[in-house]
Nanobody, 120 residues
């Protein structure tokens, strides 16, 4: 069984920073793509940023230049540094990982989510 646990959410004023962390644990053979998604009230879940095991990154247009995704493969962690936060960034943020648990077992796992609230 694989678990993803996020931390670092909270309340922040507009323009401020926040850093999210996500730790993966369990029976893990390798972790492929990791990512952050978010879901605002009344909206669909959307991708924020992704990072491959080799470090290649991709960002949603709405966060480019403000958010930075990174990962520590040895620690099985992924981070999201969020700067210049805006009220429209308010959402529940979810960690996501494409995990191989064996030579033939592979699936996507989700964390439980962490709330980020940006006040104006």
């Amino acid at each position: 069984q694989v678990q993803l646990v996020e931390s670092g959410g909270g309340l922040v004023q507009a323009g401020g920073p926040l850093r999210l962390s996500c730790a993966a644990s369990g029976t893990i053979f390798s972790i492929n793509v990791m990512g952050w998604y978010r879901q605002a009230p009344g909206k669909q879940r959307e991708v924020v940023a992704t990072i491959t095991s080799g470090g290649s990154t991709d960002y949603a247009d709405s966060v480019k230049g403000r958010f930075t995704i990174s990962r520590d493969n040895a620690k099985k962690m992924v981070y999201l540094q969020m700067n210049s936060l805006q009220p429209e960034d308010t959402a529940v943020y979810y960690c996501n990982a494409d995990v191989s648990t064996g030579w033939t077992s592979r699936r996507v796992y989700w964390g439980q989510g962490t709330q980020v609230t940006v006040s104006s």
